[in-house]
Structures are given as structure tokens and as C-alpha cells.
């Protein structure tokens, strides 16, 4: 018999977080609950849609467990601890589409989609979301922190509270601090020993004619 799961959030990752619950998990996603100054209907993705704050009342603790589907890291720990004292257990999703061998760790609250590649010796902290990522052996990954599409070497330290974005590449036997944000197409080589922010320079507009350019290519 399938677990009774409540999801936090009214988002497209909500939608998509009890899409693959539903059908890629041993959990039956029951419904749905935000904060009240975020709700505005009854239901949310054809299931009921309850104020957060009295979740409990409608929901047990004892007969239900929750999954924060929400992107912001420091949103994320907020409910998690709010609902950690309401009593709740935590669902974790790690997709079967995924690739990851046995010996690998994971805390609670943790979504691990299915374009993530995931090396042994692994271990990852609670309220973690990692996105199609390559994770390398041994490598550790802290508590509410969110990886989407970042490749790491082995051995490999992310801290808590970290955010990692899209395409980011981090060298092996890397460790990188708490509360550090990396914005997408970054290259990391070398330890970052204290909170910090990383952006990349980006992509140039070039001063050419899309047209002129083509044609070259058909001569």
C-alpha cells in the first residue's frame, strides 16, 4: 500500500514534484498546502489545496509525510523546520530514471531527478533538490542546498545552503563554503573557503548579420 504524501508548494516544480511521486514512488500524493497569504484556491493540480499553517488539523502527522517542493533555498528551510516541529516525517524522491549505486546517502526532503548521474560514496544532506547533474565519487553535498545541471569531480564538498547553477563545472578534491551562490556556466578550481558569490561573464552579442553568416556555411 502506497504512503499518504502532502506537497508544499503551488508551483510548476509542485506540479512536476507530484507528477513523478505519483507515478515513479511508494508515495500517493493526497494533496497540496501553502502559506495563506500565497492561497487562493481550494485545489491545486485536481487535489485539495490546504493553509499550511493548519495543515495538522487536516491532515495527521502521524498518517501523512510532506515534501517541500519549492526552489528557494531559504524558503525551503523555513517550512522544513516549521514542519519538523508540526511532527512530520519527510519524503525523499530519487527518480528510478536516475543512475546511482546502492552505497549511496541521502538525509531527508531530498529530490534527485532523473537526468542525475551519481557516482559511489556519496552523501547528501536533508532538504536538498539536485537537477540532472553529474556528481562525482565521494563527494558530499550539504543540507538545503539546490544543484541544477552541475558537474563535479570526485571528491568533491558543497556546503549548506549553497545554490549551483546551470552548466556550473567544480573541479575534484573541491570544498566550497555555506551559503555560497554560483551562477550558471561557472568553472570552479579552486577551494572557496567563505561565503561568496560567483557570476559568469556570459554570452557576447556579436556584431554580425545572422543572414551573411548562414550563407557562408552553404558555399
Known amino acids: 500500500m502506497k504512503k499518504n504524501l502532502i506537497i508544499y508548494g503551488v ?3 509542485a506540479e512536476y514534484v507530484g507528477y513523478v511521486f505519483e507515478n515513479d514512488s511508494q508515495y500517493k500524493v493526497i494533496g497540496y498546502c501553502i502559506e495563506e ?3 487562493k484556491e481550494n485545489t491545486f493540480f485536481n487535489k485539495p489545496l490546504t493553509i499550511f499553517d ?3 488539523s487536516e491532515f495527521s502527522p502521524e498518517d501523512h509525510s510532506l515534501f517541500i517542493a519549492v526552489g528557494s533555498n531559504k524558503i525551503r528551510e523555513r ?4 514542519a519538523a516541529k508540526m511532527g512530520y516525517e519527510f519524503a525523499s524522491y530519487i527518480s528510478s530514471k536516475s543512475s546511482h549505486w546502492e552505497n549511496l ?6 529530490f534527485i531527478d532523473e537526468g542525475c548521474t551519481l557516482q559511489p560514496f556519496i552523501k547528501i544532506g536533508n532538504n536538498t533538490i539536485i537537477f540532472a547533474s553529474n556528481i562525482g565519487h565521494h563527494s558530499i553535498i550539504g543540507n538545503h542546498s539546490l544543484l541544477s545541471v552541475v558537474t563535479t569531480g570526485g571528491n568533491v564538498s558543497i556546503g549548506d545552503d549553497c545554490n549551483i547553477g546551470l552548466n556550473c563545472s567544480i573541479k575534484q578534491n573541491i570544498s566550497i563554503s555555506n551559503n555560497t551562490i554560483i551562477g ?5 578550481e579552486k577551494d572557496i573557503l567563505e561565503p561568496s558569490v560567483y557570476t559568469h561573464k556570459g554570452t557576447i552579442k556579436r556584431d554580425l548579420d545572422p543572414e551573411k ?6 558555399k
Not at 550558471?184 to 570552479?188: D, S, T
Not at 553568416?213 to 552553404?218: D, N, Q, V
Open 184 to 188: 550558471m556556466g561557472c568553472v570552479i
Open 79 to 82: 517550512i522544513y523546520n516549521r
Open 37 to 39: 497569504e500565497f492561497w
Open 213 to 218: 553568416i548562414s550563407r557562408l556555411f552553404l
Open 54 to 56: 493548519s495543515l495538522d
Open 11 to 13: 508551483g510548476k516544480f
Open 105 to 110: 546517502e541521502t538525509g531527508k526532503n531530498v
